[in-house]
T-cell receptor, first 110, second 115 residues
Framework: GEDVEQSLFLSVREGDSSVINCTYT??????LYWYKQEPGAGLQLLTY?????DMKQDQRLTVLLNKKDKHLSLRIADTQTGDSAIYFC??????????FGAGTRLTVKP | EAQVTQNPRYLITVTGKKLTVTCSQN?????MSWYRQDPGLGLRQIYY???????DKGDVPEGYKVSRKEKRNFPLILESPSPNQTSLYFC??????????????FGPGTRLTVL
């Protein structure tokens, strides 16, 4: 089956940039998403990108998509302790099925 | 307040004892879905429903049942729970699954332990 993969952990210092990476295998992906999960809560949609775009910026968040390599990244500028959470990459294919990665736990140290 | 609610939030049960996890949304969403979240595996879809009386299997439907008799409710039923169903379960809803901005709203999760 199709897969979405992410590294499981990332640790950064407050004020630094965080880059969370994701790779996927489905060449029919239409949209790609980043979700944030805070402790004890459900997932919240952070941002998404259409598969024919290369980049999307939204305040401190920058999404980069390399469709040829099937690589998606989320950059968080000026990372704060409140950004500590699990970040999920997800992709939606042409039949509207969604697949999630395992999640990357971001720890921000003061 | 727009929300998805799940009950119970925590449940410890024993193998074979039937249980139901309820899910309710107040946003008049057509699409509802159940996921399980396991360490290192992310979210996997169990069942989804496009509308009332329309349900379909997701990636991991074995051992689960659902029903959608009303638009707002989408209960998850485990007829005979087993320890491998110990997991964190999320219900989600969206207006429809079709577009990128049809955001899925997630419930707070139900942590189930089957002994």
């Amino acid at each position: 089956g199709e897969d979405v993969e992410q590294s499981l952990f990332l640790s950064v210092r407050e004020g630094d940039s965080s880059v969370i990476n994701c790779t996927y295998t489905d060449s029919s992906s239409t949209y790609l998403y980043w979700y944030k999960q805070e402790p004890g809560a459900g997932l919240q949609l952070l941002t998404y990108i259409f598969s024919n775009m290369d980049m999307k910026q939204d305040q401190r968040l920058t999404v980069l998509l390399n469709k040829k390599d099937k690589h998606l990244s989320l950059r968080i500028a000026d990372t704060q302790t409140g950004d500590s959470a699990i970040y999920f990459c997800a992709e939606k294919d042409f039949s509207n099925d969604m697949r999630f990665g395992a999640g990357t736990r971001l720890t921000v140290k003061p | 307040e727009a929300q998805v609610t799940q009950n119970p939030r925590y449940l410890i049960t024993v193998t074979g004892k039937k249980l139901t996890v309820t899910c309710s949304q107040n946003m008049n969403h057509e699409y509802m879905s159940w996921y399980r979240q396991d360490p290192g595996l992310g979210l996997r879809q169990i069942y989804y429903s496009m509308n009332v009386e329309v349900t379909d299997k997701g990636d991991v439907p074995e051992g689960y049942k659902v029903s959608r008799k009303e638009k707002r409710n989408f209960p998850l039923i485990l007829e005979s729970p087993s320890p491998n169903q110990t997991s964190l379960y999320f219900c989600a809803s969206s207006l429809s699954p079709m577009g990128p901005t049809d955001t899925q709203y997630f419930g707070p999760g139900t942590r189930l332990t089957v002994l």
